[in-house]
């Protein structure tokens, strides 16, 4: 594709990823009411974008559009060179730990996972925020680690993941929402790794049943838990707590996200990231009102709960994303077994 795709195809593709946000993330879509013009068009062709990733690793090994099934490591080393493609012309912002993206190309008959136009709407999105391709190159990593990965043993390596998967995610859109101050970056991953987490306590259910775990398994005994407790849907003392401590992880990292919002200078950024984060924060609300029980409902935020989060967030918008210096928790030691049946 040339660097200078036609006008009408890249407004299809905003037009495609418009819908695409539309049907797979209603909370980021009602929150982008806030945005506007390309700001608005953005966001959709680089959440279109991620979205196209995720289904890919989803696929399995089923083929792409027009093509024969290929294995998902092959589709995803594909899709990294698409991506060294955009750069080409902005040799400045590629990767420097992989190289010059002239060495990056894709072969001419490899097939794409994404559609032409949605493509030309993500290039033409990059070259007009310049955002670095480091993150996408990241976030492929975090769909790779899903190859390989059903289980985390710590929380540095899950931290590495929602990171790879969340976080970067939060450095794609920096760019977009206009960033002239390096200190809203941190704080863009964190809200980023914040609302993974929050991912990750929701769907314990739904991951088991896709026979993953993403919990730290070190933690898990730290709090007295195993793998078994979570098939058994057990919510107990043990449980409580364990979640507790996850929910409190999450939280500083929304108050740490909260702090770089003030470096946005887009109209409207700033109110969109506090509502995205409140909406994703109220997540935690709902596991609390559950009792932590994630095991028989899908926590959430009610449609009635985003207006009001929204009103908050035009009306008094620090009090929807709150900046407080919370401490990231530690987590006990691992209980460790005497031998005798039980912990000490």
């Known amino acids: 594709m040339s660097d200078t795709a036609a006008p009408a195809l890249i407004a299809r593709g905003y037009q495609r990823a418009r819908a695409v946000t539309r049907h797979h993330a209603r909370s980021f879509y009602f929150a982008s009411y806030l945005l506007f013009g390309q700001r608005r068009r953005a966001a959709f062709a680089l959440y279109a974008f991620c979205r196209r990733l995720d289904d890919l690793v989803d696929a399995g090994e089923s083929a792409l559009p027009g093509g024969a099934p290929l294995d998902l490591a092959t589709r995803l080393a594909w899709a990294r060179e698409r991506v060294a493609e955009v750069y080409l012309p902005l040799p400045e912002l590629a990767s420097e730990a992989l190289g010059p993206p002239?060495?990056?190309?894709?072969?001419?008959?490899?097939?794409?996972?994404?559609?032409?136009?949605?493509?030309?709407?993500?290039?033409?999105?990059?070259?007009?925020?310049?955002?670095?391709?480091?993150?996408?190159?990241?976030?492929?990593?975090?769909?790779?680690?899903?190859?390989?990965?059903?289980?985390?043993?710590?929380?540095?390596?899950?931290?590495?993941?929602?990171?790879?998967?969340?976080?970067?995610?939060?450095l794609m859109l920096t760019p977009v929402l206009g960033c002239e101050d390096a200190r809203a970056v941190a704080p863009a991953a964190d809200l980023g790794r914040a609302m993974q987490l929050t991912n990750i306590l929701r769907d314990v259910r739904e991951d088991l049943e896709r026979g993953r775990v993403y919990l730290p398994s070190e933690e898990l005994?730290?709090?007295?838990?195993?793998?078994?407790?979570?098939?058994?849907?057990?919510?107990?003392?043990?449980?409580?707590?364990?979640?507790?401590?996850?929910i409190q992880r999450a939280r500083a990292y929304y108050a740490r996200a909260a702090a770089g919002v003030r470096h946005l200078t887009g109209f409207g950024s700033q109110r969109m990231v506090r509502l995205m984060g409140a909406i994703y924060g109220d997540i935690l609300r709902d596991i609390e009102a559950r009792d932590y029980d994630v095991f028989r409902g899908r926590a959430h935020t009610t449609t009635g709960r985003k207006l009001a989060l929204a009103a908050t967030v035009l009306l008094r918008p620090r009090a929807a994303l709150p900046e407080a210096s919370l401490p990231l928790p530690s987590a006990p030691a691992p209980l460790v077994s005497t031998g005798t049946g039980g912990p000490r």
Request: hydrophobic residues 40%.
């Open 102 to 170: 002239s060495a990056r190309q894709p072969r001419a008959d490899a097939p794409s996972p994404w559609d032409p136009s949605e493509f030309a709407a993500l290039r033409h999105t990059i070259h007009r925020a310049r955002i670095p391709e480091q993150p996408f190159q990241d976030l492929i990593s975090g769909m790779e680690m899903d190859l390989t990965k059903q289980r985390y043993d710590t929380w540095a390596e899950l931290d590495l993941y929602c990171y790879r998967v969340a976080g970067v995610v939060g």
């Open 221 to 246: 005994r730290a709090f007295g838990l195993a793998e078994d407790d979570l098939r058994a849907g057990r919510v107990d003392a043990r449980w409580r707590d364990f979640m507790r401590f996850q």
